[in-house]
């Protein structure tokens, strides 16, 4: 059974890159025709996609973000990282990475991580 586990700094200042990894252990990135995404979820509000990087290597994002974000994999680590640029407070949020498969469903999550964006 795929497993994913976010990892990363929990504070982050204004104006800095917000770095995070997902790694992924009980399956490849590459297998066909997985989708790994990055949702978050700021205190009190909804889920919110980032994006995500295809099995193919292809990447797609949130148009509202797009600006901001960048992902990436290291496909010999089994990893894919998010990026985000000029991070703000209202970035607060917990971070997760999750699995989508063909049909769009999110078949599997990592537990979330906290990252507070504050001087």
């Known amino acids: 059974q795929v497993q994913l586990q976010e990892s990363g700094p929990g504070l982050v200042k204004p104006s800095q890159t917000l770095s995070l990894t997902c790694t992924v252990s009980?399956?490849?990135?590459?297998?066909?025709?997985?989708?790994w995404s990055w949702i978050r979820q700021p205190p009190g509000k909804g889920l919110e996609w980032m994006g995500a990087?295809?099995?193919?290597?292809?990447?797609y994002y949130s148009p509202s973000l797009k600006s901001r974000t960048s992902i990436s994999r290291d496909t010999s680590k089994n990893q894919f990282t998010l990026q985000l640029s000029s991070v703000t407070p209202e970035d607060t949020a917990v971070y997760y990475c999750?699995?989508?498969?063909?049909?769009?469903?999110?078949?599997?999550w990592g537990q979330g991580t906290l990252v507070t964006v504050s001087s």
């Open positions: 999750a699995r989508r498969d063909d049909w769009g469903a999110l078949d599997a």
């Open positions: 990087i295809a099995y193919s290597g292809s990447t």
């Open positions: 009980g399956g490849s990135i590459t297998t066909n025709y997985y989708y």
